[in-house]
């Protein structure tokens, strides 16, 4: 049994918190850690002369400086987010800059032009063609009720053409009542209710916009994408007056050497229906791979507005006709840059977009 | 559909080459995906006899064979086991080219050499069964060294890949679709009457039938079929099965499956032996009832789904005792399946009501044959042909079976007849076209549609049972025009381009949205196209905390979410160009952002089914967000791309001023942003991103962010435009004045620029800030402001006298408004 001086822990404590509390920087808390808690200190020191006590004292008094040391471990923890949010703000206080006196003419102004992206130059020069014949340009949001999306489409709940459209809905009011539209026909129906409900039918306009589904991306498609739709309600309106529509938007957009075909197909919003196909932009209609040796290459569907949907909007089909059509812009843009993967679209890598 | 031309042949007599085939399938709407031939390359193939057959010493997968092709004996090396000494099998010689495009060679494995290929069904293209060699013993014809086309009957063949639309169930079958292609080819179409005599007792003494839910199924027929033969179908059937994508199983399930295929009417055969009563019963699923499908699945039936218009009525079919071996029209029950033993069938033929097999496939995601045919429509007239055939077709290979007498028939209302008046007028004023009355006639009626003539230019036309895509008057008038124009050609009708008199053009809002654009371009930027579609956490990175709206049915956790700001996928897509080392970059979108659903943007108003309860549609904002990435770019940079939009568009009075206290502006340096402001309306934010934040992102260094709603932006009575109007530039020459105001910091500077520009009245040309002091000599809290202020005369040099007046006005205005003193 030797007689080592008692520890006092008290002290001990009070003075490891006294160094520990007096740091005023990240930096010196490091010091005061090392100081307090370090191999040196003297609290280490302590740990060191429990091997001289008796075992029962050793337990004790080992248990104690054990807590004693977490305690101030903690602290300095707690220390460590005070100085180090005091720090943060007193930085972001240095680097204080009040936006409403920046010299403006202190700036140096760029000598690099950037460029818009691939998509939105072709929405703007199919809008531009459009334009040019006669259409206003029109938009809709790009979440969409099951209404407007699907019913005054003539397609209402379980109808199956609409597992056509693979749709995300969202968590909003009865499950699959509100859904990220899945095309922009949507704008159809907007566009004709509004015409009727301020009297200002005729409408001759295009919608382009951003429509989602549940596609997976892959070289020609992208679940994120987007069409413009054309509509065209008049008196007198004919089937032979969309198909050249849509030669004259595909020369002007296109090039005079390419031109479209309509085949007929089926949408539950127009009839007669059709799908257009315009001249392979790779080999001009000779035959290739991208066209499987077709000559064609698939656009977009197109029919005269069917009677039911006309109702739904409050129109007479007795005094009223017209036509609607859609088609990608991305896929616009892919034929005429001949782009091999769509999802380059999305990857927002300067090296591509700086080439358009 | 695959189409197998010879069965298309049944029906009329159709010639020409595939590709003219092709093309006029096309302009008909049955658009050909793809044609494939079959049956070219087998003329080399014979049927040869196996004499021997004998191990290969230290081989275990191959066997020595030794045939007789109707020479010498052939010494083949096989790896087949399903065969034995006596089968006949097909033999594909030494230089032969097999469908697939292998030549067979002469070759020597373990020291055996091998004089040509024992062949599988699937070598040949004749079936999908690989697994062994196609025996043919048994087959009438067949023996050593007859060609395999002549023992098996083959006629080299073309399988057209056809998609028909939906509101074709008519031709979504053989029959359909070469009624079709005959009236386009001008050749005779005619369906053979399917003969059968009855020999069995009268149908009612062996089995009932019974509806009890005949809005769900407004027909429903029963045949009975007794004493027949279960086993494999003559192979020309199976063949057209293989051909058409089928894969054969027994006599009895493809006779099944052909009348389907050939005349578009689902049917299903019951082991009559195996209900628990005989005969059949329909009604309204229970609430939790289950059955045990052929595939072995247990469903659920009768309750509703999740989804919109799942209500849970399902229609099932039951033995006559009420308990369910069939969902109506989807799918048939384990219990009652067809197998070797059977030897009575019960033969259900129905016609269901489309959308209540719509809605039962959307509620269970099932989707059969027989759904996707009875969902679109199919004809409640075409049963009794069909049933008829199916009898047929098993006689083929059951001779001694036994037809019951009569057929139990239950009948609900089904749809009347459809007369429509078509007006020759109606038909060119729709199309464009300048069609006469008979050529309308001509045109409808060899594809089923009787046109008499009524009046002068007036047809009335019978609508055929199979064609519930053409719809009442009005709207049948609208579908008769589209047979027209198909049966005509679409591409026959003269283009014409429609011209009115309403201008066209872009909104001012669509204008300023280019404008925008073109001022981001001249900054050095370049637009991206980030994702709409982020992860939960995505923007609460960047401090936007309020939870984003959830897409129900994502295609992927991280793109399950809508987004509520572009800064995470401007940091991204920076990040990305960083990694790549493109690091110097001005990056910018024009896009929508989610939020809450406001009350306003209702959904009620035409509600419909799909009207919504009470929802309102997310608000939509269309941002425009700048983030500056460029070299020594900054807050400050913010500023002047803020300032180079503002004076493209014309803005007037746009503010720059700190955030509220204790309201950081999301994701950005809490000492270096500020809101942008018209009046009270915040128009947008700039800045810095917030160090943190870029951090978290892995960007280093200072990063501008400029941030506009241009949907407020776009309203001039929010944000109001500089005056249009020009001023004339004077010919005299100018004075320039410099004052240096000292002013507390929190009044704006730009609000100093105002007070001097409304003191300098008319003669002051400009006012622009040139420097900004704090420091020693000033107290704290104070700064000096620098302005340089121009003055000018459209008439005259102006004097030193007037412009020291003009001078203490504005030191005067700007003392006494600002509180302003001069340095």
Redesign the interface.
């Known amino acids: 049994m030797t007689n080592a001086r008692p520890l006092d822990l008290d002290a001990l404590e009070s003075t490891a918190e006294r160094v520990l509390r007096a740091a005023t920087s990240t930096a010196e808390l490091a010091e005061a850690e090392t100081a307090a808690l370090g191999k040196r200190s003297e609290l280490a020191g302590a740990h060191r002369t429990l091997g001289a006590l008796d075992e029962s004292e050793r337990r004790r008094v080992g248990r104690e400086l054990h807590e004693l040391r977490e305690r101030m471990e903690s602290l300095a923890a707690a220390l460590r987010l005070e100085l180090q949010a005091k720090e943060?703000?007193a930085a972001?206080?240095a680097?204080?800059?009040?936006?409403?006196?920046?010299?403006?003419?202190?700036?140096?102004s760029?000598?690099?032009?950037?460029?818009?992206?691939p998509?939105?130059q072709s929405r703007?020069a199919l809008?531009d063609v459009?334009?040019?014949?006669?259409?206003?340009?029109a938009?809709g949001?790009?979440?969409?009720?099951?209404?407007y999306n699907?019913?005054?489409l003539n397609m209402?709940?379980?109808?199956?053409?609409r597992g056509?459209y693979d749709s995300?809905?969202?968590?909003?009011?009865?499950?699959?009542?509100?859904v990220?539209r899945t095309h922009t026909s949507p704008v159809q129906i907007r566009l004709m209710?509004a015409a009727v409900a301020a009297g200002t039918l005729?409408i001759?306009a295009v919608a382009p916009g951003?429509c989602?589904r549940?596609d997976?991306a892959d070289a020609s498609h992208l679940?994120?994408f987007h069409q413009v739709e054309g509509l065209?309600v008049?008196r007198?309106?004919?089937?032979?007056?969309l198909?050249?529509?849509i030669?004259?938007f595909t020369t002007a957009y296109f090039g005079p050497e390419v031109h479209s075909?309509?085949?007929?197909?089926?949408f539950?919003f127009t009839?007669?229906?059709?799908e257009y196909d315009i001249t392979c932009t790779i080999c001009l209609g000779a035959g290739c791979r991208t066209c499987s040796n077709t000559g064609w290459l698939e656009l977009g569907g197109c029919g005269?507005v069917?009677?039911?949907v006309f109702m739904a909007c409050g129109i007479d089909?007795?005094e009223w006709?017209g036509f609607a059509f859609g088609f990608g812009i991305d896929r616009c843009a892919q034929m005429r840059h001949q782009i091999p993967d769509m999802r380059a679209?999305?990857?927002?890598?300067?090296?591509f977009?700086?080439q358009f | 559909m695959r189409v197998p031309l010879s069965w298309l042949r049944d029906f009329a007599p159709i010639d020409g080459d595939v590709d003219g085939l092709v093309a006029s399938l096309?302009?008909?709407?049955l658009?050909v995906e793809g044609v494939e031939r079959v049956g070219d390359g087998l003329g080399d193939i014979v049927v040869a006899r196996v004499l021997e057959v004998a191990a290969i010493e230290g081989a275990d997968r191959i066997r020595r064979v030794v045939v007789d092709a109707g020479g010498d004996p052939l010494e083949i090396v096989c790896g087949a086991f399903n065969f034995g000494q006596g089968d006949l099998v097909p033999l594909a010689p030494v230089g032969t080219v097999l469908p697939g495009g292998m030549e067979i060679g002469r070759r020597t494995m373990r020291g055996v050499t091998s004089n040509g290929m024992l062949c599988s069904g699937r070598e040949l293209a004749l079936s999908d069964d690989g697994a062994g060699l196609l025996v043919l013993s048994g087959v009438d014809g067949a023996g050593p060294g007859v060609p395999i086309v002549d023992a098996l009957g083959i006629e080299p063949d073309v399988v057209f890949d056809i998609t028909v639309?939906?509101?074709?169930p008519d031709a979504w079958c053989m029959a359909g679709i070469a009624r079709d292609l005959a009236a386009r080819l001008g050749v005779p179409f005619s369906l053979p009457e399917p003969g059968v005599t009855p020999a069995g007792p009268p149908v009612e003494t062996l089995a009932s039938a019974a509806v009890e839910a005949p809005e769900m199924c407004p027909r429903l027929t029963v045949r009975v079929l007794e004493a027949i033969d279960v086993g494999p179908s003559p192979p020309a059937i199976a063949r057209r099965l293989t051909m058409a994508g089928m894969r054969p199983i027994n006599n009895v399930v493809d006779a099944s499956n052909y009348v389907m295929l050939e005349l578009g009417q689902p049917t299903h055969p019951y082991d009559l032996d195996r209900l628990g009563a005989p005969g059949l019963l329909v009604r309204r699923a229970r609430p939790g009832e289950t059955l045990t499908t052929l595939d072995g699945v247990e469903r659920t039936l009768g309750n509703p789904g999740?989804?919109?218009?799942?209500t849970g009525e399902d229609c099932v079919i039951c033995d006559a005792g009420g308990t369910v071996i069939g969902i109506g029209g989807i799918f048939g029950g384990a219990s009652s399946e067809i197998s070797s033993e059977t030897t009575r069938v019960l033969l259900e033929a129905a016609y269901f009501e489309?959308?209540v097999i719509?809605?039962t496939s959307?509620t269970l995601r099932l989707r059969t044959e027989a759904s996707a045919r009875f969902?679109?429509g199919c004809d409640p007239f075409g049963i009794d042909r069909a049933t008829e055939r199916f009898c047929e077709l098993l006689a083929l290979s059951s001779p001694g079976t036994r037809v019951a007498q009569g057929t139990l028939d239950v009948r609900g209302a089904l749809r009347d007849p459809i007369v429509l008046t078509l007006r020759t007028e109606a038909v060119n004023?729709?199309?464009?076209?300048a069609l006469e009355t008979e050529e309308i006639a001509g045109l409808l009626g060899p594809i089923g549609f009787r046109c008499t003539p009524e009046a002068p230019g007036v047809l009335a036309v019978d609508v055929p049972s199979n064609r519930p895509d053409v719809r009442p008057a009005?709207?049948g008038v609208?579908?008769l025009?589209?047979e027209v124009?198909?049966t005509y050609g679409?591409?026959r009708?003269?283009?014409?381009?429609?011209?009115?008199a309403?201008?066209?053009?872009?909104?001012e809002a669509?204008r300023m949205r280019?404008r925008v654009?073109e001022a981001?371009?001249?900054?050095?930027?370049?637009?991206?196209?980030?994702?709409?579609?982020v992860d939960a956490g995505e923007d609460a990175r960047v401090g936007v905390t309020a939870a984003p709206?959830?897409?129900?049915?994502?295609?992927a956790q991280d793109?399950g979410w809508?987004r509520r700001t572009q800064m995470a996928g401007l940091l991204r897509?920076l990040g990305?160009?960083r990694d790549?080392r493109?690091g110097s970059?001005?990056?910018?979108e024009?896009?929508?952002v989610?939020g809450e659903?406001t009350p306003g943007?209702s959904?009620a108003e035409?509600?419909?089914?799909?009207?919504?309860?009470?929802?309102?549609?997310?608000t939509?904002r269309e941002l425009a967000s700048l983030l500056l990435a460029?070299e020594?770019d900054d807050?400050?940079?913010?500023?002047?791309a803020l300032?180079a939009i503002g004076a493209e568009l014309r803005l007037a009075g746009l503010?720059?001023?700190?955030p509220e206290e204790g309201a950081a502006l999301g994701g950005l340096?809490?000492?270096?942003?500020?809101r942008i402001l018209s009046g009270a309306v915040p128009v947008g934010v700039?800045?810095e991103i917030d160090p943190?934040v870029a951090e978290d992102f892995g960007i280093e260094g200072r990063l501008g962010w400029l941030e506009l709603d241009l949907g407020i932006l776009a309203d001039r009575a929010v944000v109001p435009r500089r005056d249009e109007r020009t001023r004339p530039i004077s010919r005299f020459p100018s004075s320039d004045i410099d004052l240096a105001l000292v002013v507390a910091?929190p009044v704006?500077?730009?609000e100093v620029a105002d007070v001097l520009g409304a003191a300098g009245g008319e003669l002051l040309e400009s006012v622009?800030?040139?420097?900004?002091y704090r420091g020693p000599g000033l107290e704290p809290g104070r700064?000096s402001?620098a302005f340089r202020l121009r003055f000018c005369a459209p008439d005259r040099t102006l004097t030193d006298r007037e412009v020291g007046a003009l001078r203490a006005a504005c030191v005067e205005a700007a003392q006494r408004q600002m509180g302003a003193v001069l340095r």
């Open positions: 943060r703000s972001l206080e680097d204080r800059l009040d936006l409403s006196e920046v010299v403006v003419a202190d700036l140096r760029p000598i690099v032009r950037g460029r818009t992206h998509v939105t703007d809008e459009f334009v040019a014949m006669g259409f206003k340009v938009e949001p790009e979440a969409e009720t099951d209404w699907f019913e005054a209402p709940p379980s109808h199956p053409a056509m995300f809905f969202l968590e909003l009011g009865e499950p699959e009542t509100i990220l209710e005729p001759h951003r989602f549940r997976t679940p994120v065209v008049d007198k309106i004919t089937f032979g007056d198909a050249g529509t030669e004259a075909r309509l085949r007929p197909s089926y539950p009839e007669p229906s059709a005269m069917d009677p039911a089909p007795a006709s679209l999305v990857e927002n890598d300067l090296r977009l700086a | 096309d302009d008909l709407g658009m639309e939906g509101n074709r999740r989804g919109l218009g799942e489309p959308m719509a809605r959307k969902e679109r004023d729709l199309l464009g076209t009005p709207h609208a579908d025009a589209e124009a198909r679409y591409s009708i003269a283009r014409h381009q429609p011209t009115w309403e201008p066209g053009g872009l909104t669509q280019r654009r981001l371009v001249g900054l050095g930027a370049t637009e991206v196209w980030t994702p709409s579609l709206i959830a897409i129900a049915n994502p295609m793109q809508l897509a990305r160009n790549r493109q970059v001005r990056l910018f024009v896009g929508v989610f659903p943007r959904t035409r509600s419909g089914a799909g009207g919504a309860q009470g929802a309102y549609l997310p939509e460029a020594g807050a400050r940079v913010a500023v002047a300032d503010r720059v001023r700190p340096h809490p000492t270096r942003s500020a700039l800045g943190e910091d704006p500077a730009d622009t800030l040139f420097d900004v700064r402001l």
